[in-house]
Nanobody, 117 residues
Framework: QVQLVESGGGLVQPGGSLRLSCAAS????????MGWYRQAPGKQRELVAT???????NYADSVKGRFTISRDNPKTTVILQMNSLKPEDTAVYYC???????????WGQGTQVTVSS
């Protein structure tokens, strides 16, 4: 059974930092592209950042220079370090595991991030 379990969300003031973690199980982690997506109220889910199995990263323009995605294959974990947070970063953040060649796509349950003073 595949599980992606996010943690690290919460309430933070503008300009603050949070570190999201996603622990994966039930998949061959190193085969998967891992990513973070977010969905704000009334909006569609959007890409935040991805990291391929070989470590190539991609970021949404809105988070470039502020967020960093990384993966630890032995620990089957993907991290999203979020700095200089803004109110518009408020959303539910979801972890994703994708392997296009086998058409596998898995999602976590999401973790709430709220940026407010």
């Amino acid at each position: 059974q595949v599980q992606l379990v996010e943690s690290g969300g919460g309430l933070v003031q503008p300009g603050g930092s949070l570190r999201l973690s996603c622990a994966a199980s039930g998949i061959i982690f190193s085969f998967y592209k891992m990513g973070w997506y977010r969905q704000a109220p009334g909006k569609q889910r959007e890409l935040v950042a991805t990291v391929t199995s070989s470590g190539v990263t991609n970021y949404a323009d809105s988070v470039k220079g502020r967020f960093t995605i990384s993966r630890d294959n032995p620990k089957t974990t993907v991290i999203l370090q979020m700095n200089s947070l803004k109110p518009e970063d408020t959303a539910v953040y979801y972890c994703n595991a994708n392997r296009r060649i086998t058409n596998n796509d898995f999602w976590g349950q999401g973790t709430q991030v709220t940026v407010s003073s």
